[in-house]
């Protein structure tokens, strides 16, 4: 059974700086994409950022120079969130593309979200 736990949430101050966790464990034939999601009140949830197995990365436009995925060997994505502003409140969602068996059928599974809040 795959599971995902999120952490690193919180309240912080325009212009700080949070990093958010998820980190998948269970029995994993492969992970092909990593991603992170958020959804603020009122919102479609919009993606943020994302990692392929090739460690090639992308971006929303408006977080682009501000926020940086990356991942571990252990199954980890981090979203290391700097220069933090209002609009970045949301609920954070990390959302991991794998496949439990070989020959690969990705598959899609969501951590359970965890809030930011910007505030002063």
């Known amino acids: 059974q795959v599971q995902l736990v999120e952490s690193g949430g919180g309240l912080v101050q325009p212009g700080g700086s949070l990093r958010l966790s998820c980190t998948v464990s269970g029995s994993i034939f492969a992970v092909h994409a990593m991603y992170w999601y958020r959804q603020a009140p009122g919102k479609q949830r919009e993606l943020v950022a994302g990692?392929?197995?090739?460690?090639?990365t992308h971006y929303a436009d408006s977080v682009k120079g501000r926020f940086t995925i990356s991942t571990n060997a252990n199954n980890t994505v981090y979203l290391q969130m700097n220069s933090l502003k209002f609009e970045d409140t949301a609920v954070y969602y990390c959302?991991?593309?794998?496949?439990?068996?070989?020959?690969?059928?990705?598959?899609?599974?969501w951590g359970q979200g965890t809030q930011v809040t910007v505030s002063s």
């Open positions: 990692i392929n197995s090739d460690a090639t």
């Open positions: 959302n991991i593309h794998l496949s439990i068996y070989n020959p690969p059928i990705p598959d899609e599974y």
